[in-house]
């Protein structure tokens, strides 16, 4: 079966979130768990300088309390047996993408740590390269703990109601509601075309187009076959006038928990409408993201023998 990998944070005195949802999730998915850390620490390094001997003891030291550290955090959560993957690197992506081709999580549950502004331009933040390069779904958690019965909120595309990545983000819906005890909420974004190309195109379009009531009551019929048809667990469906991007995020704010949406790479455009999405969700609330790949992703990460 396939695992439940948690990415954490590279800070010993971290609440460490995303362990303590991956625990639960994995416990209720009946999944394998394992931890992967970087316990890289700059400044014990550059305290030591060039003293190789001395510095492989303070890395034993580091890496032995990392282990310790951990195991009795597992053991206050009850997660049963779990893998740790401890690491002692500056630049640790070629071993989490290693880990990660090797392993072919079920689910990667990583920690969306509330970075300055400046930091982001300097640094890509670790959750964005995983929800752009990792080939499996990342759960992108916020620090606040999940309510007793959170909103798993489903963004699909009725336009494309046999879409593999519809029935992708659903399935990964139904099971992270059931994991979490749950709600799922359908939702899809209904995007008018501007009000501008409608005057400059005169009357032509206006009379082409089906009023908005309509329009909205056709969407509401296709997302309720299409939940009726994939969602097991209690659900209900809504349908969203707007942008995207802003409508999901004022969603989300109403009905706090966890959105569930695809990502594609392929496109300047929709990658454009996953950043802005999961951005404003990730940065200005206290919910959750969890992003599913397409059946056809291609992750541009190889693994490396180094």
Known sequence: MKPVLAVLDP???????????????????????????????????????????RLQKAIEALMTGWERHLNARLDEL???????????????????????????????????????????????????????????PVLCVSDAPWTRRPVVVAAVDVDESESPLNTAILSQADALAAAVGGEVHGVHVVEYPDETLITLSESELVVAMPSSAEVLEEKRAMLASLLSQQVRSTHQYEVQEGNPASALASYMEGHPGILVMGTVYRGPVKRLLLGSTAERILQHSQNDVLVVKAYDFQTPWHRSED
């Open 11 to 53: 800070d010993l005195r971290h609440d460490q979130p995303a362990l303590v949802k991956a625990v639960q999730v994995a416990k209720q998915l009946h999944c394998p768990l394992q931890v992967y850390v970087n316990c890289w620490d700059a400044p014990t390094v550059r305290a030591i300088g060039l003293d190789e001997e």
């Open 78 to 136: 009850g997660a049963g047996d779990v893998e740790l993957h401890l690491v002692f690197e500056m630049r640790d992506l070629p071993f989490l993408s290693n880990l990660v081709l090797d392993i072919e999580p079920r689910l990667l549950v990583v920690h969306a740590r509330d970075t300055s502004l400046l930091q982001r331009l300097t640094i890509t933040p670790l959750h964005w390269t995983l929800i752009r390069k990792a080939p499996c």
